[in-house]
């Protein structure tokens, strides 16, 4: 849990970044993955990558937001 940050800008940043790998595995995937059985492997090792990075960019966030509900205080009662 040490490893997923509380700070949701650079929880933001690894989101984007392996959203960005993400699309380039899939380009590759449905370009050039057709050339060889090894290009093919490749494309989908990059798209789970990406994936993995981006999921945990956003786990990073979703962990933020619930911190964020947990120490919000209720309103007041008149």
Do not use: C, E
Request: hydrophobic share 55%; net charge positive; proline share 4%.
């Amino acid at each position: 849990m040490a490893l997923i940050t509380q700070d949701v800008h650079k929880s933001w940043q690894r989101f984007k970044i392996g959203l960005s790998i993400f699309v380039a595995g899939a380009v590759m995937l449905l370009s050039i993955s057709h050339w060889h059985i090894a290009v093919h492997y490749l494309s989908l090792s990059v798209l789970f990558g990406g994936f993995a990075y981006a999921m945990f960019g956003y786990a990073g966030i979703f962990i933020n937001r619930f911190t964020f509900l947990k120490n919000k205080k209720p309103p007041p009662k008149f």
